[in-house]
């Protein structure tokens, strides 16, 4: 009976987020979506492993294990600037999307009397692209990592979703060691403060944002009015950064943004930073299959949004990949107990 349910599962069943009884995911026993007294902290189903993933602010990512699979827990601290039903945005925009680099939700779980929420996520990764492209990484598997991103953006955007904080911290690698697919895999994360559209037209908005300076679009830092071509100015971002990463200059990157004093993001230094991409067609990345990235980099980076090319238009350009057209990974047996 709708009576019976507690106000916290009355707001889930309204944003239809309790999902049926064949598709529940119910680990906890008490549903996808699980509520706890606050005198039943122990009850909750999961092993502390003591790796934290990352935190900000207002969150903390862990690493924990359910049942014997390997699952990050997002610990959202919730008050008077964030309620928990705000933060449930990020669990609405995630049930909707099944797509095989999109980090899935696997549950959630709240306390009697506490404004948390905890959202459990799959899979966990092993660093994000910021630190994988410090590493000794292999090239051919950074470019391929080109054509999954342009493809799960234009998916996104499929969906009338915008993410608008597209940036390497977000951009999550998994190595998958043991895996028949041993290459590694990208996923993109953090969908704190996307947002969802009834149409195209809805998603062109003006209203205030949070946003990354760093990768946020110009018209995203101005507060004027933005569409989906704000996600590919910010994806654009990243794909410079992955292109100087191969060509073995990201620190000339870097120092075209730490030289301007004033303003260090990318849409402050834009005409500087399509030169350098430009520049990166007399480096062997043409051999390594990097110059469509190149040219869909100086379009995705142009200052006025209507003559950025659409996700779709992006993805046209860029080779994709059979891991890219399948869904959400499913949940796996950590290799600890295999």
């Known amino acids: 009976m709708p009576g019976s349910l507690t106000p916290w599962k009355r707001f889930l069943k309204e944003r239809e987020l309790l ?23 122990g009850k909750v189903p999961l092993e502390r492993c003591g790796q934290i993933l990352g935190h900000s602010a ?18 959202i601290r919730c008050g008077r600037r964030m309620r928990r039903e705000d933060a449930a945005k990020e669990v609405e925009h995630l049930q909707r999307l099944n797509h095989a680099h999109i980090v899935r939700v696997v549950g959630t779980y709240v306390f009697e009397h506490s404004r948390n929420l905890q959202i459990l996520i799959y899979p966990v990764a092993d660093c994000d692209l910021e630190t994988y492209m410090e590493t000794d990484f292999d090239r051919d598997v950074l470019v391929r990592f080109f054509g999954c991103l342009a493809h799960t953006i234009e998916y996104l955007h499929k969906k009338l979703i915008k993410h608008i904080d597209i940036k390497p911290k977000n951009i999550l690698v998994r190595y998958r060691y043991g895996s028949y697919e041993q290459a590694p895999k990208i996923y993109l994360a953090d969908f704190g403060i996307a947002r969802s559209y009834e149409s195209a037209l809805d998603a062109e908005t003006c209203s205030p944002t949070a946003y990354t300076r760093t990768y946020a679009a110009p018209e995203v830092v101005a507060q004027e ?7 590919i100015f910010s994806l654009g971002c990243v794909f410079a950064e992955m292109l100087c990463a191969l060509a073995y200059r990201s620190d000339e990157l870097i120092g075209i943004l730490q030289e301007n004093i004033e303003d260090k993001s990318f849409q402050a230094n834009i005409e500087t930073v399509q030169y ?25 980076l142009h200052r006025d949004p209507d003559m950025r090319p659409p996700a779709n238009i992006v993805l046209h350009y860029l080779p994709h990949h059979q891991c890219c057209i399948a869904m959400s990974d499913r949940l796996e047996v950590s290799s600890d107990y295999q």
Request: glycine share 6%.
């Open 19 to 41: 999902p049926s009884a064949f598709e529940e995911q119910n680990s906890s026993g008490r549903g996808q979506h699980a509520e706890y007294s606050k005198t039943e902290v």
């Open 58 to 75: 207002n969150a903390l990512v862990e690493v924990v294990k359910c049942k014997r699979i390997t699952l990050a827990r997002k610990t």
């Open 225 to 231: 009015t933005r569409g989906f071509k704000a996600d």
């Open 276 to 300: 350098l991409v430009n520049s990166l067609r007399d480096q062997d990345l043409i051999h390594l299959g990097a110059d469509l990235a190149i040219f869909n980099c100086h379009r995705m």
